[in-house]
């Protein structure tokens, strides 16, 4: 159970957030993560702070923690031709580099695209940058909520229109790391094949334009400016957030037949004028969202959930990530893991969320490695390439 990619040798040159969640997906699924870091400081995510963890000397960031399970770290000064020459052996060794530089930074450390497929033809090149690697912007810098705030994501997100807010984590990272991933495994399947590499780009800004979904197609087919409705679905009514007696419970009801069961059992008019189609609710969605909490302003949480359930109506609450890591569902899931820091000793993180076969094991490994401290592997690392060198 060692996953599907144990035989993948990955060297992830990438920092903060977008790369290195697209070498932790690799190795969540049994790659062999090998993170190249700066002797001073590594990756900038470790200084991203508080919260800091664990003794004096050697504290830890949590930001750090969330994004390099299951690697190893290892510590090359690539200004050096010691750490130039390192990395190269990897390299000659390795299916798959991840690196998010700005555009021009590897070629000016001797890493050109053309430089690597001549050291290694076989490797794959994930390489996620801002903006993308061309275009009259391609070298700008890439940061989350700038590309949130660019690709349209936080003009369709918040309250109403004119107050645009960002997403609570940072998902064009997050994003881009998961569709680097999904094209790094798409361009090794390829190499089976072909028996060579290629390069597998994409950016913050395509990862947030590829996730605009339906409100996308409402401006280039529709010809619709898309704008922030707060809490509730653009296209279906009632869909969202609603208050209750002493609380909040979020509802879909997605389907015609849906809405002729909820309605009569909330005295809501179900033929109305104005209720009677989704096309119509959507129309007067005020209207309809004002009936509704009406309705269930008489009805605590505790007993309204298990009464939308009896009607079949999706519902739930809003719950805080206490609420939600201590939740038998999510336990059951394997969406935490106990794994064993070097300095921190027994910690429990959130895990992979991917499970092969019915293996509790998500990613389909035994067991998952911790984050590593800074340089911890680097000894053993490059003991192996001089082992393997002979």
């Known amino acids: 159970m060692a996953g599907p990619l144990s035989d993948v040798l990955v060297i992830d040159l990438s920092r903060a957030l977008a790369g290195p969640h697209a070498a ?15 002797p001073e400081g590594g990756d900038d995510s470790r200084g991203w702070g508080p919260p800091f963890v664990g003794p004096e000397g050697a504290k830890e960031a949590t930001y750090f923690l969330s994004c390099n399970r299951n690697k190893e770290s290892v510590v090359l000064d690539l200004k050096s031709e010691a750490g130039k020459r390192d990395l190269g052996r990897l390299l000659a060794r390795a299916d798959v580099l991840v690196e998010n530089f700005r555009p021009g930074v590897l070629d000016r450390l001797g890493f050109s695209m053309a430089a690597l497929r001549e050291l ?12 993308g690697h061309d275009g009259p912007e391609g070298d700008r810098a890439g940061y989350d909520q700038i590309a949130q705030g660019e690709g349209g994501l936080m003009s369709i997100t918040g309250p109403s229109p004119g107050v645009p807010i960002r997403v609570g984590v940072p ?34 800004l395509a990862a947030i ?35 209750c007696q002493d609380g909040l419970v979020q509802i879909s009801v997605g389907s015609e037949g849906l809405w002729r069961r909820f309605a009569p059992a909330f005295a809501l008019p179900v033929d109305a004028a ?15 969202i004002t009936a509704v909490e009406e309705a269930f ?9 298990p009464k939308l359930a009896e009607l079949g109506i999706p519902a739930g609450e809003v719950k805080d990530l206490e609420q939600v890591y201590t939740w038998e569902q999510t336990l059951s899931q394997g969406l935490l893991v106990d794994v064993e820091h070097a300095t921190l000793g027994k910690i429990q993180i959130p895990g992979p969320v991917i499970r092969l076969d019915d293996n509790p094991f998500a990613g389909g490994q035994e067991t998952n490695a911790a984050p590593p401290t800074l340089g ?13 060198d002979r």
């Open 24 to 38: 932790m997906l690799l190795g969540d699924l049994g790659a062999r993560v090998i993170k190249i870091e700066h």
């Open 120 to 131: 290694n033809p076989r490797l794959v090149v994930l390489s996620i940058t801002g903006f």
């Open 171 to 204: 998902i064009a990272d997050l994003l881009a790391g998961m569709y680097g991933a999904y094209g790094a495994v798409a361009a090794l399947h390829e190499r089976a094949v072909t028996g060579v590499g290629r390069v597998v780009r994409t950016s913050l």
């Open 209 to 243: 334009v590829g996730v605009h979904a339906y409100q996308g197609t409402r401006y280039t087919v529709a010809g619709e400016v898309p704008q922030a409705l707060g809490n509730h679905h653009p296209s279906i009514c009632p869909y969202g957030l609603f208050a």
């Open 274 to 288: 104005g209720f009677s189609t989704n096309a119509e609710r959507v129309g007067q969605r005020d209207v309809v």
């Open 297 to 305: 302003s008489s009805w605590p949480v505790a007993d309204l959930l």
């Open 376 to 388: 911890q592997h680097t000894e053993d690392v490059l003991a192996w390439l001089d082992a393997t």
